[in-house]
T-cell receptor, first 113, second 111 residues
Framework: GAGVSQSPSNKVTEKGKDVELRCDPI?????LYWYRQSLGQGLEFLIY????????KSGLPSDRFSAERTGGSVSTLTIQRTQQEDSAVYLC???????????FGPGTRLLVL | GQQLNQSPQSMFIQEGEDVSMNCTSSSIFNTWLWYKQDPGEGPVLLIA?????ELTSNGRLTAQFGITRKDSFLNISASIPSDVGIYFC???????????FGTGTSLTVIP
């Protein structure tokens, strides 16, 4: 079946603008994760959603970052007042169960000028 | 957050050679995953390990869950050019839901 999809695939924005990144998880997967990957680095955990439970926001780097997941499916990661250091690849992953194996989308490459 | 030490950071090998890489942690994990990431793509799951001592193969790839539960190894036999990419380990604590990722091993295969 279809894998995890993310949009847009690339986003260029000006410093100070807000951006929204979208993730469509694999159908039926209850868990959804957002990660940030800077150039040449590993994956930095941002936020985790599991079913209708309150999300684990412990990885969000500042209050400019927020995410929501509507209807237990699609998720949107919002970065307000973007800074140049926000430039990175933002990866979404979904899992069929809580704490289960994660399947990644292709990522959104964000460049803040 | 948790620190996963992945080594080596990069490898340059001749086609046909075997490759070994590993991940270590100061914490005990109950799950280890190995991913490969091609340029411009998201990581793709290669092997999942769920039990200490477990040895699992996927074609030319073999991974092991260390008996101390603090490390894992990935071996690639008879490397080919399409093995090029970045390999990441990921571990999950017994008490948590999230996975912690290593910093990756960049593999270059010279034909």
């Amino acid at each position: 079946g279809a894998g995890v999809s993310q949009s847009p695939s690339n986003k260029v924005t000006e410093k100070g603008k807000d951006v929204e990144l979208r993730c469509d998880p694999i159908s039926g997967h209850t868990a959804l994760y957002w990660y940030r990957q800077s150039l040449g680095q590993g994956l930095e955990f941002l936020i985790y959603f599991q079913g209708n439970s309150a999300p684990d926001k412990s990885g969000l780097p500042s209050d400019r970052f927020s995410a929501e997941r509507t209807g237990g499916s699609v998720s949107t990661l919002t970065i307000q007042r973007t800074q140049q250091e926000d430039s990175a690849v933002y990866l979404c992953a979904s899992s069929p169960t809580r704490g289960g194996t994660q399947y990644f989308g292709p990522g959104t490459r964000l460049l803040v000028l | 957050g948790q620190q996963l030490n992945q080594s080596p950071q990069s490898m340059f090998i001749q086609e046909g050679e075997d490759v070994s890489m590993n991940c270590t942690s100061s914490s005990i994990f109950n799950t280890w995953l190995w991913y490969k990431q091609d340029p411009g793509e998201g990581p793709v799951l290669l092997i999942a390990l769920y039990k200490a001592g477990e040895l699992t193969s996927n074609g030319r790839l073999t991974a092991q869950f260390g008996i101390t539960r603090k490390d894992s190894f990935l071996n690639i036999s008879a490397s080919i050019p399409s093995d090029v990419g970045i390999y990441f380990c990921a571990g999950q604590l017994i008490t948590g839901n999230q996975f912690y990722f290593g910093t990756g091993t960049s593999l270059t295969v010279i034909p």
